[in-house]
């Protein structure tokens, strides 16, 4: 099948972003036998124009996306970051390759109403919708004859290659990285643990992106994740401007692609038990959870001083990830729901349809 993507290439970073969520589904893709071609309307736009502006230059995107659908002829098209492409031209697209499928990919929150108002405003147009969050709230996204579907955190294989938990020879206990400050709110965990953390003294953590701290990409990423036996998995729950959590609905099982980098590489995972990632990965048996910075530093140092049972635990989430969220799995998944298809295989995750 031909399956024409589109996402953010970051061409401007010169392979900063590769292992990104929609390179990992180009790779996911072929690797389940289909030709990929991926299309980046920023950067075309970006591309278009003097200015290097991808809002002047968004109608050369949508041109040349349009053209690249009368070339390429998709069978398929998977839309993962695509604000650039306008319903019309999608609409159009569907002119140009009748019965082609439309999939659109969600791997944001859902409490944050710019994410919400964009499936909202594709909900006429997606054939098939796959989103990070579970639960009745994708209602909202259905249509008669257009599903909408759970899909977990992808890793990938070949990017996702590291093994922490066969070693002890890291420099850091613990790592996390973040690239910005957006949706962050007072207390907010991702950037007051590291912090914390960083202040008791008997832990060794590796912070990035937070606090003024450079951020780290692209090969230099992995080497950063590989050089610690812990990585703590935090997510933002703030809808808005609010002072309290994003309902619980909004939360399920999210989680951004930070757990897939961090378990992909076989580190032991500390997450919060808010969106209740232990229906996906047991407690103290995949995944360790803590809720409180206090109870973040209990857990970071009895895992400090049982290294086995770090490296059990960790290799243990790492099987799970590799085994049942691999992206060839995962798109698999896509492919059944999106061709309505009967599932070819019993998968690891709430498969309901809305």
């Known amino acids: 099948m031909r399956i024409l993507l589109i996402g953010n290439a970051h061409d401007e970073l010169h392979g900063g972003r590769y292992y990104n969520p929609e ?13 990929v071609h991926f299309f980046s309307p920023r950067d075309v736009a970006r591309a278009s124009t003097i200015f290097r502006s991808s809002r002047i230059g968004q109608k050369h995107s949508n041109r040349a996306f349009l053209d690249t659908v ?8 998977v839309f993962i970051h695509s604000v650039h492409i306008t319903n019309e031209s999608l609409f159009e697209a569907k ?9 659109q990919i969600c791997v944001d929150p859902l409490f944050r109403s710019k994410i919400s108002d964009v499936l909202s405003r594709r909900v006429d147009i997606a054939d098939a919708t796959f989103v990070t969050t579970a639960g009745d709230a994708l209602k909202t996204y259905a249509r008669p004859g257009a599903s909408v579907s759970f899909v977990p955190n992808w890793i990938d294989p070949a990017i996702d290659t590291g093994r922490a938990f066969d070693t002890d020879t890291q420099a850091f206990d613990v790592f996390f990285a973040a ?7 007072e207390g907010d965990p991702r950037f007051e643990f590291p912090l914390a953390i960083e202040k008791q003294g008997d832990i060794s953590i590796n912070i990035r992106g937070v606090d003024g701290r450079p951020i780290v990409q692209g090969a230099a990423f992995y080497d950063n994740i590989m050089d610690a036996r812990m990585g703590l998995n935090l997510n933002g729950d703030r809808q808005g401007n609010g002072k309290d959590p994003a309902p619980f609905s909004l939360r399920y099982l999210y989680n951004s692609d930070r757990v897939a980098q961090v378990m992909g590489c076989g580190l032991l995972a500390i997450s919060t038990r808010a969106n209740h990632l232990f229906e ?9 959870f803590a809720d409180t910075l206090d109870e973040v530093l209990e857990v970071i140092r ?29 798109t698999q998944y896509i492919e059944d729901v999106a061709l309505e298809k009967s599932l070819r295989r019993a998968y690891q995750w709430p498969t309901t349809l809305y």
């Open 70 to 77: 009368r070339v390429f002829k998709p069978e398929m098209i």
């Open 23 to 35: 390179s990992k589904l180009r790779n996911g893709f072929i690797r389940n036998g289909h030709v």
């Open 302 to 330: 009895r895992y400090k001083r049982d290294d086995h049972e770090r490296r059990r635990i960790a290799e243990a989430g790492w099987r799970k990830s590799h085994r049942d969220y691999s992206v060839d799995i995962v």
């Open 280 to 288: 996906l990965f047991p407690e103290n048996e995949e995944m360790v």
């Open 95 to 103: 002119r140009i390759m009748p019965g082609v499928r439309l999939v």
């Open 179 to 185: 690239r910005s400050h957006i949706g962050d709110y």
